[in-house]
């Protein structure tokens, strides 16, 4: 799945990135940043695995949703306490709306990816 891969990039590149976060935001905005863009990636990997269960598969994928959304808020506080330049911030926050579009797509065509 395309967005399977756009999420992982997205994780992976926020890794990056948070590693030049102050060490006295290593418990709070580091964490919490690398936490829910880890999980879009990992609860695309339970959706698929529920695909048996339409209902089961697009309450992952909207639990992917909010994560992707708690995301673009910590990229935001990021920019705002100048953690993160703004032009990174918005290439990350574009990746993420990105992904978030292709999660829409997929719930309004879940039937197309359910298994029969």
């Not at 863009?37 to 992917?64: H, M, P, Q, T």
């Not at 993160?84 to 918005?90: A, K, S, V």
């Amino acid at each position: 799945m395309e967005v399977y891969q756009a999420a992982f990039e997205a994780a992976m590149e926020i890794f990056e990135v948070s590693k030049k976060f102050p060490v006295e935001e290593r418990y709070s905005l580091t964490d919490q940043i690398r936490r829910s863009s880890r999980s879009v990636y990992a609860n695309l990997g339970e959706a698929w695995r529920k695909r048996r269960y339409e209902a089961a598969f697009i309450a992952k994928i909207s639990d992917c949703q909010a994560e992707a959304t708690e995301t673009q808020i910590w990229l935001e506080f990021a920019v705002k306490c100048q953690y993160l330049d703004p032009e990174t911030g918005r290439h990350l926050y574009c990746m993420y709306d990105k992904v978030l579009g292709q999660l829409v797509n997929i719930i309004k065509n879940s039937s197309h990816w359910i298994i029969k």
